[in-house]
T-cell receptor, first 113, second 115 residues
Framework: KAGVTQTPRYLIKTRGQQVTLSCSPI?????VSWYQQTPGQGLQFLFE???????NKGNFPGRFSGRQFSNSRSEMNVSTLELGDSALYLC????????????FGPGTRLTVL | AQSVTQLDSHVSVSEGTPVLLRCNYS??????LFWYVQHPNKGLQLLLK??????LVKGINGFEAEFKKSETSFHLTKPSAHMSDAAEYFC?????????????FGTGTLLAVQP
C-alpha cells in the first residue's frame, strides 16, 4: 500500500506570492490533516479535512486555507507569503476515528525569500 | 486544554545503554498519548500509542512507554540504544472534544547516540 505522498517536496517562493501544496492520502483514508513545522514554533496543527469538510482548524491567519476533494486528496494554499511562512509542511492521513493512527508524509519544504 | 511537556530538549547516550525520554501531559479528559520519531529529512513515524487500555505500551524497535496517571507522565524507554535510534522524538496528545484528529505536539527531544 502506498504511503502518504506530498508534492512538491521543495519549493522556493518570494514574499507576496501564493503557493499551493498537495497531499495524497493512503487509499481508503478519509481524514487529512496539515501541520507546520518550524524551529521556533515546533509542530503546529493547521487544519483537518474529513469527507471534504473542514473538521477542525488551528490558530493560523486566514491566509492559510485548504480543501479536500472527493477522492480525499487535499490541497493547502498560502496567500501573500511572508518570510515567517518558511517551514516544513506535513500532511497526515487516517481513517478518521479518534484512535486511528495518523500516517505522515515526507513533507514539503517551503522557503520564502 | 490538552498539552504535553517534554522535559529534555537534548539527550545523549552511549550505544548499548538505556534510553529515557521524559514527557508530562496535561489533559481534561482521559488522554490519548503517542510518541512519534522523526529522522533527519524524513516524515514522522508512530512509535507507540496509549488509548486507555494497558498502561505499559510496547512499540516498534524495542521502545515502550508507561502511562502513569498519578504522575501525569508518559516516558519513553528502550533498554539498549542503537546508533539508528538517533533522531528527534515527539510526545503527542490527541485533542479531544468532538470529532477531530488534531494532534498537539511537544517541543521534541533530540536523541544522540554515541559509539
Amino acid at each position: 500500500k502506498a504511503g502518504v505522498t506530498q508534492t512538491p517536496r521543495y519549493l522556493i517562493k518570494t514574499r507576496g506570492q501564493q503557493v499551493t501544496l498537495s497531499c495524497s492520502p493512503i487509499s481508503g483514508h478519509r481524514s487529512v490533516s496539515w501541520y507546520q513545522q518550524t524551529p521556533g514554533q515546533g509542530l503546529q496543527f493547521l487544519f483537518e479535512y474529513f469527507s471534504e469538510t473542514q473538521r477542525n482548524k488551528g490558530n493560523f491567519p486566514g491566509r492559510f486555507s485548504g480543501r479536500q476533494f472527493s477522492n480525499s486528496r487535499s490541497e493547502m494554499n498560502v496567500s501573500t507569503l511572508e518570510l515567517g511562512d518558511s517551514a516544513l509542511y506535513l500532511c497526515a492521513s487516517s481513517l478518521g476515528g479518534e484512535y486511528n493512527e495518523q500516517f505522515f508524509g515526507p513533507g514539503t519544504r517551503l522557503t520564502v525569500l | 486544554a490538552q498539552s504535553v511537556t517534554q522535559l529534555d530538549s537534548h539527550v545523549s547516550v552511549s550505544e548499548g545503554t538505556p534510553v529515557l525520554l521524559r514527557c508530562n501531559y496535561s489533559s481534561s479528559y482521559s488522554p490519548s498519548l503517542f510518541w512519534y520519531v522523526q529522522h533527519p529529512n524524513k516524515g514522522l513515524q508512530l512509535l507507540l500509542k496509549y488509548t486507555s487500555a494497558a498502561t505499559l505500551v510496547k512499540g516498534i524497535n524495542g521502545f515502550e512507554a508507561e502511562f502513569k496517571k498519578s504522575e501525569t507522565s508518559f516516558h519513553l524507554t528502550k533498554p539498549s540504544a542503537h546508533m539508528s535510534d538517533a533522531a528527534e522524538y515527539f510526545c503527542v496528545v490527541s485533542d479531544k472534544g468532538g470529532a477531530t484528529n488534531k494532534l498537539i505536539f511537544g517541543t521534541g527531544t533530540l536523541l544522540a547516540v554515541q559509539p
